[in-house]
């Protein structure tokens, strides 16, 4: 599609958005942007190198000195850390239960917003996160805001786990993505809300055809010219 905008998809975990935010970009020939997976790659690095992820100011520094890089490698989407390959790691229960005390502080947000900004500074990026439609792209043509039960995204959570062959168990996945909802919607800098100006797609009944035909219908109604 030839329309130089981006389209900001923001919501909880496992409320779809990175599944549905590659299959737009695919239709679509976008590229997609996952800005989660930023935060999970500075957690994963604070971790293995033993960083208080509750000092703003060694986090930051460990940010500033760290390239992450998001590439499309045989349709795959793979997560460099300088030169590791880290798409899996970032994934771990380890990671997921700390990356959003690491996303709270205010520098390592400003420093992923500069960069998340400059990868969408051509358009024709759909870009999923937290706060895409409310401070990283502000101006997107397209904003939704996907949601679902938590009961719903941790069991959707739990059949991935079930399917890796990973130990699981829902209730504990509802504890966690409930204590994760609350940490990312609670923090002072950009916390997870819907903008004003963002449609809200309830996922819990719908499959990912579903969602994913409705938001391309949202987009072809944009006008060609910005
Ligand atoms: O895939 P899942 O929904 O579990 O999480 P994610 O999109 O990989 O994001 C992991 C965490 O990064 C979130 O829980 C937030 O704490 C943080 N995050 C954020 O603060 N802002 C974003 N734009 C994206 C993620
Ligand atoms: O990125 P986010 O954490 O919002 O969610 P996801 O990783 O895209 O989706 C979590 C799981 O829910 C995946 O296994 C999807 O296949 C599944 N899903 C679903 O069953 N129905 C939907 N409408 C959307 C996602």
Known sequence: ?????????????????????????????????????MYRALTYLALKTNTDIHNEETLNQLLLNAE???????GEQTIYLNDE?????????EVT??????????????????????????????????????????DAKVKIFLSASVEERARRRHQENVQKGEDSNLDTLIEEIRKRDQIDSERDVAPLVKADDAIEIDTTDRS?????AEILTIVSAVPERD
Do not use: C, W
């Open 85 to 93: 390959e880290v798409s899996d790691k970032i994934r771990s229960s």
């Open 208 to 212: 990912i055809e579903q969602v994913t």
């Open 97 to 138: 239960n700390h990356v959003s005390y690491v996303a709270k502080h205010r520098a390592v947000r400003e420093e992923m917003l500069k960069r998340q900004q400059q990868l969408a500074q051509n358009g024709y990026t759909v870009m999923d996160g937290r706060d895409i439609g409310t401070a990283v792209l502000p």
């Open 1 to 37: 599609m030839n329309k130089k905008i981006n389209i900001a998809i923001d919501g909880p975990a496992g409320a779809g958005k990175s599944t549905v935010a590659k299959k737009v970009a695919d239709r679509l020939s976008f590229v997609y942007i996952d800005t989660g997976a």
């Open 68 to 74: 992450i890089s998001l590439k499309n490698e045989q």
